[in-house]
């Protein structure tokens, strides 16, 4: 089932003008290239300029909040780059994670107009008590930074969030760890495949309309 965004239109055109920048965040082992099915839809959406970063390391050995550093540096140096005060921030699995900790705990809810958090751990995972590393033990359940993101009296201030998630995620276990409290929307997506919510056609469409509404 698909809930569409409370404040969702359809797209309005616009000539060759640029609606917002936007910043994308991949999740563990991938790089920003891996994001390049999520670009494509944007730019020929005209959504855009378009900045997909790289964290490092990304294999979840650096705790999140090292690695949401690197994601508020991104949003500055875009919102520079484009003269805008404030950016939209498409974050994938880990990704969501350290976009949401950017949020929360360096600022950015006063630096981000939109998050878009696909198939985020918010709620943690059990896969990761597969892995030792600092960063993945921070995606486990009831771990302490999410005990302390959770605890925030105002996560968001006036930034608006979105959430989508697939409920047959075998990497986000349960899938409805990725619902988080106060988006304005969340849509289910029905596809197989974690990786795929950066892929399907289903989920690059809702994005657009997010990001154009």
């Not at 563990?28 to 891996?34: L, T």
């Not at 690695?67 to 780059?81: N, P, S, Y």
Request: positive net charge.
């Amino acid at each position: 089932m698909t809930l569409p965004a409370r404040d969702a239109r359809p797209a309005r055109p616009h000539g060759s003008g640029r609606v917002h920048p936007v910043l994308l965040v991949h999740g563990i082992w991938d790089s920003g290239a891996r994001l390049r099915s999520m670009r494509a839809a944007l730019e020929r959406a005209e959504i855009g300029p378009i900045e997909a970063i790289d964290l490092a390391p990304n294999d979840g050995r650096a705790p999140i909040l090292e690695l949401a550093g690197q994601v508020e540096r991104g949003a500055r140096d875009l919102a520079d780059r484009a003269g805008r005060d404030r950016v939209d921030v498409v974050g994938f699995s880990m990704g969501a994670l350290t976009t949401r900790t950017f949020i929360q705990k360096l600022g950015g809810k006063h630096r981000v107009r939109r998050f878009v958090s696909i198939s985020g751990p918010h709620a943690g995972t059990a896969t990761a008590f597969a892995m030792p590393h600092a960063g993945v033990r921070d995606m486990r359940p009831a771990s302490a930074l999410l005990r302390e993101l959770d605890a925030d009296p105002d996560p968001w201030g006036p930034c608006e969030v979105h959430v989508l998630y697939t409920p047959f995620d075998l990497m986000i276990l349960p899938a409805r760890s990725s619902r988080l409290r106060g988006a304005r929307s969340e849509t289910a997506v029905p596809v197989a495949l974690h990786r795929w919510m950066i892929e399907h056609p289903d989920a690059l469409a809702h994005v657009v309309r997010i990001l154009r509404a």
